[in-house]
Structures are given as structure tokens and as C-alpha cells.
């Protein structure tokens, strides 16, 4: 018998995405592609397609609890990824069943608006998110417009806020560790910067990639919350999961008629590229 050792699990609260672009779906195939066992417990049901989503109705929170507390009582997790939870309630609830478990990291994806710009969150449950998630995050991954938005107060225009400010602001509320990603920013090349809590800042410079990309930001925090999953440490697993996505949006293609879907699978191509590059060069090969 094959002693096949098991992939890590890491369970992800997010809502579904028909297209497979976003959401829990873009969540399964990043942890899988990682081998990474995904448990995927459904937030809310989106109509949507490449282009934006149409309406967003979250699941009952007392069923989502029921799926995340079935599997728990079952299945040694190792990393929690949160993207987008659909209501107040089921930030709550979240929120309760984190307090539960500890010791286990949490990665948050803080998902306020749609690539299309439809609003996905409002105030009371960003103050909610804001109030009883972060201070349990081991990471949140906003964008630089997301940090300006989070922050923001009252009739405070979201632009007039630093980015500076907007961490400083971040940590005073209780976050632990920050990833800013730079790809809204008129740069030639996307900066990153992770704000740790000791005060270090760490820049990762990536590629950019002019086209338009339907679930970048999910790809890269799951690709956090998996290399996390295998003892990676921060530093490292924000690294390694800037080099997946980049290769994913490099390799991403077309489904419809709006955004590009990240290939999650792109090291398979280039595998088999490479196999048959090696295949030519040696014909006697077997």
C-alpha cells in the first residue's frame, strides 16, 4: 500500500463564482494547483459573469457555522482564508468561530467592491470586518485603494488618504501584518510592500501586465493562505505566492467578454513545454 503523505487543509470562507474566476472557486483552484487540500464553506451565492457582479445573497449564518463547525469537529486545519462574507451576520459568526481556533493563521482578503466597482460591502459590515477580523489576522491583503477606503471616515474622501496613513491607521485598529498591493498605481512595474508588525516594511516588485484579470487579488491571498499551509514563513509565502500569481496572470485567457481569468494551472503548459523541449533535444529518450 502507498503511504501517500496528506496535502495541508485549508479552509476558506468565500462566496461562489459561476464564472470560476473569483471567489471560492478561484480559491479551490489555487490551493489545489498547490496541492493543498481546500475545505470551502459557502458565504453567499453571486450572480456574475467577467465583467461584474449583478447581485450577491449570503447564506444563512447558522448554516455557514453548520458547514465550518461539521468539518472542524472532523479535520485538522491549518490555515483560515477569509474573501468575501456576505453579510454582518456571517462576519459575526466568522468571527466567533476564529476566536475558536487560535492558534490557526488567518489569512483576510478584504473584498469591498467588485474589479467592475460594485459595491460588495457596506459600512456596518466594514466596521465589523474591521473591529472583530483583523485584530485575528495573521495577514489582510488589501490594495492600495482598499487601505484609503478601510480607513476612511465619516465624510472623508478615500483620496485624500496616504497610503502611509491608511497602514498606520490599520495597525492602531489592531492588525498584525499588512500586504499592500500596488497594482492600481501608475507604476511602470507593481510595487508590493508587506508592513509587518515589528515595523519592518518589505517592497516585492512584480511584473505588470497591462489587461484587465477577474480574481487576482483571491488568487494571490489563497496562494498566501498555501504556501503558509506548508511551513512557509510570511516573508516567504508572500514571496513564493507574488511569483504563482504573476505566472498566472501571464498565462491568464479568455472566457467571455469582460476580464481575464487567471490560469491557476499555468506550470502544467510550461512543464509539458519544457518535457517536450527536452523530449527533441533527446530522441533516445524513453
Not at 468575501?84 to 459575526?92: A, Q, W, Y
Not at 489569512?107 to 466594514?126: A, F, H, Q, W
Request: charged share 20%; aromatic share 6%.
Amino acid at each position: 500500500m502507498r503511504n501517500i503523505l496528506s496535502p495541508p487543509k485549508v479552509m476558506t470562507f468565500s462566496a461562489t463564482d459561476p464564472t470560476g474566476g473569483a471567489g471560492l472557486q478561484a480559491d479551490i483552484l489555487t490551493l489545489a494547483s498547490m496541492y493543498c487540500h481546500p475545505i470551502s464553506i459557502t458565504t453567499a451565492i453571486t450572480v456574475q459573469d467577467t465583467k461584474g457582479v449583478e447581485s450577491v445573497v449570503p447564506l444563512d449564518a447558522q448554516l455557514l457555522k453548520q458547514q465550518a463547525m461539521t468539518v472542524l469537529n472532523d479535520v485538522s486545519v491549518s490555515v483560515f482564508k477569509l474573501g468575501l462574507l456576505g453579510s454582518l451576520e456571517n462576519i459575526k459568526t466568522v468571527s466567533n468561530i476564529l476566536t475558536s481556533y487560535p492558534d490557526i493563521p488567518v489569512v483576510i482578503d478584504p473584498i469591498l467592491t467588485s474589479g467592475r466597482g460594485d459595491i460588495l460591502m457596506n459600512e456596518e459590515m466594514k466596521e465589523a470586518m474591521i473591529r472583530l477580523l483583523f485584530p485575528k489576522a495573521t495577514l489582510i491583503t488589501p490594495n492600495s485603494i482598499e487601505v484609503r477606503k478601510l480607513v476612511c471616515n465619516g465624510n472623508e474622501s478615500f483620496e485624500n488618504v496616504s497610503i502611509k496613513a491608511g497602514i498606520n491607521r490599520l495597525f492602531n485598529l489592531g492588525c498584525r501584518n499588512i500586504l499592500v498591493t500596488g497594482g492600481h498605481e501608475k507604476t511602470k512595474a507593481i510595487l508590493n510592500t508587506l508592513y509587518l508588525e515589528n515595523g519592518e516594511s518589505i517592497p516585492y516588485e512584480t511584473e505588470r501586465f497591462f489587461d484587465e484579470y477577474h480574481g487576482s487579488g483571491c488568487t494571490l491571498a489563497s496562494a498566501i493562505a498555501g504556501f503558509c499551509a506548508q511551513d512557509y514563513s510570511l516573508e516567504e509565502a508572500v514571496n513564493e505566492a507574488m511569483h504563482f500569481t504573476s505566472l498566472a496572470l501571464k498565462n491568464a485567457f479568455n472566457i467571455g467578454e469582460g476580464q481575464l481569468i487567471p490560469d491557476r494551472f499555468h506550470w502544467i503548459f510550461n512543464n509539458s513545454s519544457n518535457l517536450e523541449d527536452e523530449e527533441s533535444n533527446n530522441p533516445t529518450r524513453h
